[in-house]
T-cell receptor, first 113, second 112 residues
Framework: EAGVVQSPRYKIIEKKQPVAFWCNPI?????LYWYLQNLGQGPELLIR????????DSQLPKDRFSAERLKGVDSTLKIQPAELGDSAVYLC???????????FGSGTRLTVV | GQQVMQIPQYQHVQEGEDFTTYCNSS?????IQWYKQRPGGHPVFLIQ?????EVKKQKRLTFQFGEAKKNSSLHITATQTTDVGTYFC????????????FGAGTQVVVTP
């Protein structure tokens, strides 16, 4: 079965520009997560979806970050405008509700210059 | 809020030696998960522990969940170069509503 698919793999943008990341979770996984990972750190949750509903977005900087999960499948994470401090790896993961473990995608490495 | 701490931050191991990495939570956990991230890769799920005092083995890896469900350990025997990577523990608090809190990881370097 295909894993969690993310695109793009790498993105370099200038500060103040918008950027969007896309995620396609494993088929049948109703829970989807967006994590941010800085170098040398563990993943930090940005937002968690159960089906179409964002059930935990308490760590999402809502002044510049937004996310959506269309029809409870694919998801998009957007940053507008990007800041230098947003440079990081953005990871998408999915799981069955109540299931064992998360399956992570390969991530999008964002560099803001 | 909930905090998950891992020690050591770095572990240099001679090939063939054993080592242990530890994970401690500030709150009681409903379960704890372990992930491995290879250099340049993404976290890959290894195992989940749910019961107090639970011990699970995967070949040369032994995972343990503390009696109080606030700590865990990963012990690797006869380390191989394929064990290189960062090992993360991630805990779900008992009242965490499914939220998984990751530690900062233990980066393992293996010397041949």
């Amino acid at each position: 079965e295909a894993g969690v698919v993310q695109s793009p793999r790498y993105k370099i943008i200038e500060k103040k520009q918008p950027v969007a990341f896309w995620c396609n979770p494993i088929s049948g996984h109703n829970t989807l997560y967006w994590y941010l990972q800085n170098l040398g750190q563990g993943p930090e949750l940005l937002i968690r979806y159960e089906n179409e509903e964002a059930v935990d977005d308490s760590q999402l900087p809502k002044d510049r970050f937004s996310a959506e999960r269309l029809k409870g499948v694919d998801s998009t994470l957007k940053i507008q405008p990007a800041e230098l401090g947003d440079s990081a790896v953005y990871l998408c993961a999915s799981s069955f509700l109540g299931g064992f473990g998360y399956t992570f995608g390969s991530g999008t490495r964002l560099t803001v210059v | 809020g909930q905090q998950v701490m891992q020690i050591p931050q770095y572990q240099h191991v001679q090939e063939g030696e054993d080592f242990t990495t530890y994970c401690n939570s500030s709150t009681t956990l409903s379960n704890i998960q372990w992930y491995k991230q290879r250099p340049g890769g993404h976290p890959v799920f290894l195992i989940q522990l749910v019961k107090s005092g639970e011990v699970k083995k995967q070949k040369r890896l032994t995972f343990q969940f503390g009696e109080a469900k606030k700590n865990s350990s990963l012990h690797i025997t006869a380390t191989q170069t394929t064990d290189v990577g960062t090992y993360f523990c991630a805990g779900e608090a008992s009242d965490g509503w499914g939220k998984l809190q990751f530690g900062a990881g233990t980066q393992v370097v293996v010397t041949p």
